[in-house]
């Protein structure tokens, strides 16, 4: 494994310590990237990993009693060291187990649909730069960003770059990432979709339903899938970037929802980098925690082969009636019953709509929401108690009718189960930036994987508002540089949904 975080940690925040992969007869190695713990050198985000990966395979393949085997482990920056190792596909390499990690950079880590994924971004950026300065003796340095850490600057006068680390972190990646657009260079020379074209090893690939990645994960299994001659594995639990366990969010999983992951992995390395017969590759490849029945289910293919759609109707009250805005399975079209409605909310940049669980806020997981689902700036649809259960598995997607008067905005769909006594529990979101004229558009994007069971009784809402804050950076209407907008030049945006007539706003279930 390596990681940037000290080797002692050796992300025990997931996996069990190193002492007990070494019980089960191997040799384990956890190294400081380069710049980082005692490691020496310059630490630049992701750019020295595919030589010295690629070095570090080559070194630990030679240790004494080594077999010439290597194989990878480790989540988030330590599932995309493993990425970048194999590269240049050293031989000793045999498998990785990438867990939690971005197949697009941009896409899947830095942005969500354009939007700038604030809370988690900044967080890691101040981390990190609080272990630079605790590596370079400065205690001062150290203490602001350990209290920052523990308060994230979300109110300076340029809110999405905190004059701390400005100062403090001149040379942190968080700069780059915020000054470099999608088609800027740098992101297609640290993104691993560009880099692993020629690449072929075994994977298990592991993710969480309420991870800020899964959508990199899926990427990369999906392509893995379909060139690969080895066996790919993927794992899919119901948890957040960490920990792995029964409880995420404020729903308790059951006991099954624990972590076997350290068990399953010592299975696939001892088949892989021992030879050993195992049972595992005669199971079905992808095993997926199904919410709401609390239970695993094994799928050969991530295709569920069935689609449910849901369009929105409302009179024009969505923000304001609770049965106002529904989700209904069909509409009779070139009617009366099926007239244009326009819903409209107003988001004010004084008080925004406020992050509450889901994948790219911090905590994570599924929360009662219903006190959020009240505000006037959030738009609600809801469909009729479900008459039988519900099985969803796969892809969502939204297409909205929308309209903002200002030239940028944001949109924020999340889709939630009602439950008979009024809670309501959000199980998957999605988050867009809108750039464009004063114009109506059909805005498309698509909203974290899922796979639940929902209880007959219980219904589906899907809420929209123009910002979840401080999971996403705000947007401020300008459509100028986030990273140079100061506060004070924020707007109140008026966003206008369409339901019903000819555009069919609606939720696709895949």
Not at 477 to 500: A, C, F, R
Request: net charge negative; aromatic share 12%.
């Amino acid at each position: 494994m390596r990681q940037p975080y000290g080797r002692k940690i050796a992300s025990t925040v997931v996996y069990a310590h190193p002492s007990w992969y070494a019980s089960q007869g191997y040799l384990v190695v956890i190294q400081d990237v380069r710049g980082r713990g005692t490691s020496q050198g310059e630490f630049q985000l992701f750019e020295n990993e595919i030589e010295d990966g690629c070095d570090t395979i080559n070194w630990a393949a030679q240790l004494p009693q080594s077999n010439g085997k290597v194989g990878m482990y480790g989540f988030s920056y330590q599932g995309m060291t493993q990425l970048y190792a194999a590269v240049h596909k050293p031989p000793a390499l045999k498998t990785i187990c990438p867990a939690m990690i971005a197949y697009n950079l941009y896409q899947d880590w830095a942005y969500e649909n354009g939007a700038f994924c604030l809370q988690m971004n900044l967080g890691w950026a101040i981390q990190l730069a609080a272990e630079t300065a605790k590596l370079k003796g400065d205690p001062d340095t150290f203490q602001k960003l350990y209290a920052a850490s523990r308060n994230l600057p979300l109110l300076d006068q340029i809110p999405i770059n905190p004059s701390i680390l400005q100062e403090l972190a001149p040379d942190s990646f968080y700069h780059d990432w915020l000054n470099r657009p999608e088609n800027d260079p740098y992101w297609q020379n640290l993104s691993p979709e560009f880099l692993l074209e020629k690449v072929d090893l075994p994977m298990l690939h592991i993710g969480g339903w309420f991870d800020p990645h899964l959508r990199g994960n899926f990427k990369l299994y999906q392509k893995m899938k379909n060139k690969s001659q080895f066996p790919q594995h993927l794992i899919i639990g119901p948890w957040g970037h960490l920990p792995w366990g029964r409880k995420t969010g404020e729903m308790d999983y059951g006991k099954s929802a624990n972590s076997f992951i350290d068990a399953y992995q010592i299975a696939w390395f001892d088949y892989f980098l021992k030879g050993k017969d195992s049972q595992l590759l005669e199971k079905l490849p992808i095993q997926l925690f199904e919410m709401g029945s609390n239970q695993w289910r094994n799928f050969e293919t991530l295709n569920s082969h069935q689609q449910q759609i849901f369009y929105l109707k409302s009179n024009g009250l969505a923000n304001i009636q609770e049965n106002a805005g529904q989700l209904v399975t069909n509409l009779l079209l070139n009617t009366s019953e099926n007239a244009e409605i326009i819903d409209t909310i107003v988001h004010d940049p004084w008080r925004p709509v406020p992050s509450l669980g889901g994948h790219a806020g911090f905590p994570s997981g599924s929360c009662e929401r219903s006190s959020i689902d009240t505000r006037f700036d959030v738009l609600t649809y809801t469909s009729q108690p479900l008459t039988e259960d519900l099985f969803l598995q796969g892809e969502i997607q939204v297409e909205i009718n929308v309209q903002g008067d200002t030239p940028s905005f944001d949109l924020c769909a999340i889709v939630s189960e009602v439950r008979p006594d009024g809670s309501v529990y959000n199980f998957s979101q999605g988050y867009r930036r809108v750039n464009f004229s004063e114009t109506k558009e059909t805005i498309t994007f698509s909203l974290q994987p899922i796979c639940i069971k929902l209880a007959q009784g219980n219904a589906i809402r899907l809420s929209l508002s123009g910002a979840n804050f401080p999971a996403y950076g705000m947007n401020s209407g300008t459509n100028q540089l986030p990273h140079e907008t100061k506060l004070i030049d924020y707007q109140v945006i008026t966003l206008s949904v369409y339901s019903g007539g000819i555009a069919l706003s609606k939720i696709i279930f895949h």
